[in-house]
């Protein structure tokens, strides 16, 4: 079994891998392009990281911005984690 750290910097590494080829057929000077990378920061973040920086949007932009950003961050590293589970070691 994985140590949590490692996991989630595997769950991170699956995350960017996924960006960096959507990156290649994306508008990335449109708005829907800029809160897609930054779900995806949130979903490279630890569990503890992740709910202080929810918190703090919830805080500065409403809670319902918080919520959607905490569904598409979890959504993400779900499909990492799938990612990682086919994946050959």
Same mark, same amino acid.
């Given at each position: !079994?994985?140590?949590?750290?490692?996991?989630? &910097?595997? $769950?991170? =590494?699956? $995350?960017?891998? &996924?960006?960096?080829? =959507?990156? =290649? &057929?994306?508008?990335?000077?449109?708005? @829907?392009?800029?809160?897609?990378?930054?779900?995806?920061?949130? %979903? !490279?973040? #630890?569990?503890? +990281? /992740?709910?202080?920086f929810? #918190?703090h949007?919830?805080?500065? /932009?409403?809670?319902a911005? %918080?919520? =959607? !950003?905490? #569904? +598409?961050?979890k959504?993400?590293?779900?499909?990492? $984690? @799938?990612?990682?589970?086919?994946?050959?070691?």
């Open positions: !079994m994985l140590l949590p750290d490692r996991l989630d &910097q595997r $769950i991170a =590494e699956a $995350i960017k891998y &996924q960006i960096d080829n =959507e990156r =290649e &057929q994306a508008d990335t000077t449109s708005a @829907f392009w800029r809160e897609r990378c930054e779900v995806e920061r949130v %979903a !490279m973040f #630890s569990d503890a +990281q /992740r709910a202080v929810i #918190s949007v919830s805080v500065r /932009r409403g809670s911005v %918080a919520h =959607e !950003m905490r #569904s +598409q961050a959504t993400l590293r779900t499909h990492a $984690i @799938f990612f990682l589970a086919r994946k050959p070691s």
